[in-house]
Antibody, heavy 121, light 111 residues
Framework: EVQLLESGGGLVQPGGSRSLSCAAS????????MGWVRQAPGKGLEWVSA????????YYADSVKGRFTIFRDNSRNTLYLQMNSLRADDTAVYYC??????????????WGQGTLVTVSS | QSVLTQPPSVSGAPGQRVTISCTGG?????????VHWYQHLPGTAPKLLIY???NRPSGVPDRFSGSKSGTSASLAITGLRAEDEADYYC???????????FGGGTKLTVL
């Protein structure tokens, strides 16, 4: 059974940094493309970032480009999201999700329960 | 504002059929990229409902079906049940710039 467990959420001040982790199990992590999707309070789902199994391909939404960094440690079956220069509009539940399918036709077939990041002074 | 447009809400009585539309453009759905659908209950992990426009993952009832035409896609739910009350999102890929894109979500209310 695929399991994705996010951690690292919490309260952070505007301009601060936060690192999220996602521990994966139940599938071959190193060959799976992964991503982060967030949901701000009262809003819909928003894709944040994605990377390929070998970390060769990395993509970011314009809203986080230059501030967030996605990376992975395949030896630890863990996905990360380093968030810097945080703003109030980054407040959201952050979901880790597994991507499947052919390039550019991929869907998120497994999701974690999410971790809440609140940016506030 | 989401790249893909969905109605904010739909409703139906138990047993009825409802559809949820998802409209995109020439750089996403209209470019031939697949549309996928998710069901999301507050406080839980989103669940993949339809992938590749029309396919159901194992375990998803055949009451749920998807279709795609041109720059739009639709999710149909027949035989509505109280447990179907949730938020539904469409998702596709956009090439300009490279991004996975979601619709704004549709809240389904079972009357």
């Amino acid at each position: 059974e695929v399991q994705l467990l996010e951690s690292g959420g919490g309260l952070v001040q505007p301009g601060g940094s936060r690192s999220l982790s996602c521990a994966a199990s139940g599938f071959t992590f190193s060959s799976s493309d992964m991503g982060w999707v967030r949901q701000a309070p009262g809003k819909g789902l928003e894709w944040v970032s994605a990377l390929s199994g070998n970390s060769y391909y990395i993509y970011y939404a314009d809203s986080v480009k230059g501030r967030f960094t996605i990376f992975r440690d395949n030896s630890r079956n863990t996905l990360y999201l380093q968030m810097n220069s945080l703003r109030a509009d980054d407040t959201a539940v952050y979901y880790c999700a597994k991507l499947v399918g052919a390039p550019r036709r991929q869907q998120f077939d497994s999701w974690g329960q999410g971790t809440l990041v609140t940016v506030s002074s | 504002q989401s790249v893909l447009t969905q109605p904010p809400s739909v409703s139906g009585a138990p047993g009825q059929r409802v559809t949820i539309s998802c409209t995109g453009g020439s750089s996403n759905i209209g470019a031939g990229y697949d549309v996928h659908w998710y069901q999301h209950l507050p406080g839980t992990a989103p669940k993949l409902l339809i992938y590749g426009n029309t396919n159901r993952p194992s375990g998803v009832p055949d009451r749920f079906s998807g279709s795609k035409s041109g720059t739009s896609a639709s999710l149909a739910i027949t035989g509505l049940r109280a447990e179907d009350e949730a938020d539904y999102y469409c998702q596709s890929f956009d090439s300009s710039p490279t991004a996975w894109v979601f619709g704004g979500g549709t809240k389904l209310t079972v009357l």
